[in-house]
């Protein structure tokens, strides 16, 4: 019955029907995800005072993304202190295989959620000795459209791109693409195979974003590791100095 | 996918708000959502009825403004729909230009009683 003249009405779509009853329009303009960026203000000030360099990899389901970090770890690992959390879905396949290398690793298993998110990150930084690293990688759930919209509190969104996906990716899915630091287009060593020119890729990636850096890089032969090694070189060094800009 | 749980945190700041100003009920949410801001409006719709049940939003009416995605071009400072133009200036083929909106995501108002 209806609560308010007791006529028969019980669907709350109705509840405003003949009653007139007054309502108040409120101005709210609240963020939908301001929780998450509070939190995730929260983590960029502890990487800040811990000085550790937090690179968040965010690409499609198998573009590359863990056989770089296996890599990148392996060349990198005699010189900095490197720690990865790796966010899937289910299974701890890829924290296995970072295991491998050496370096201190923590799966966290987003079960339903396609994305990591802040509150996740800031539980995940307890399995760490933060004044022990130098360099955290963050390898985010693979999927292009939902990590972009959430802030971890990293220095650099690395958006991973593989030559397979094909070079109008960034022109159907920008969002994510317009919210990174670096691309990285991944698996040269199918260009041939595929046909396909690299600038075909950074011409689309510059369309959609204009003045983001982008290298290009294979995992598999080693071209083109090595400019994405000075980048996290000199990334690290300035994280140290604080003398990286903050995104955006 | 991520639409219920940007939907759980839309009812749960609708709810924190309503019940610090004394509001007994909400019927009315208005959010606007920009083009870019990977989040599907479709979906939220989908998500709103679920999320809604047995809270005071229950039945309440969604409204969802999409907010076009505008650059600037940096060369001539004409505004521009990026989508609609392949992301160059329409007036001088700029490529180099400005995001002025787009990436969205904000409860804009809300209708109370
Ligand atoms: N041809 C080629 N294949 C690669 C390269 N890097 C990774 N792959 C393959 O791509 C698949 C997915 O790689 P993975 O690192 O698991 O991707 P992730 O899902 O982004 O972590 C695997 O079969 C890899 O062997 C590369 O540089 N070249
Ligand atoms: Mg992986
Ligand atoms: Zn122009």
Known sequence: MCETCGCGLTNPNVL???????????????KVLRHNDRLAERNRGIFEATQILVVNLVSSPGAGKTTLLENTIRALKGEMAIGVIEGDQQTDRD????EATGVDVLQINTIDACHLDAHMIRHALDHFSLLELDLLFIENVGNLICPGAFDLGEDFRVVVLSIPEGEDKPLKYPGVFIGSHLVLVSKVDLLRVLELEV???????????????????????????????SWLRDKVKAKKKNLNQPPK | MHELGIMQNIVDTVQDYARKNNVSKVVKVMLEVGQVSGVVPESLE?????????TMLEGALLEIERIVAVGKCKTCEEGFDLLTHSFSCPRCGGTDWEMISGRELIIKELEVI
């Open chain 1, 16 to 30: 405003l029907h003949e009653h007139e009853i007054e309502t108040k329009r409120v101005d709210l303009e609240e």
């Open chain 1, 95 to 98: 924290a296995k295989r970072i």
């Open chain 1, 199 to 229: 600038n075909q890729f950074f011409t689309n990636v510059k369309k959609v974003h204009p003045h983001v850096p982008c290298l290009s890089l294979s995992a598999k032969t080693g071209e083109g590791m090595e400019g994405w090694y």
């Open chain 2, 46 to 54: 989908f998500c709103f009825e679920v999320c809604t049940k047995q």
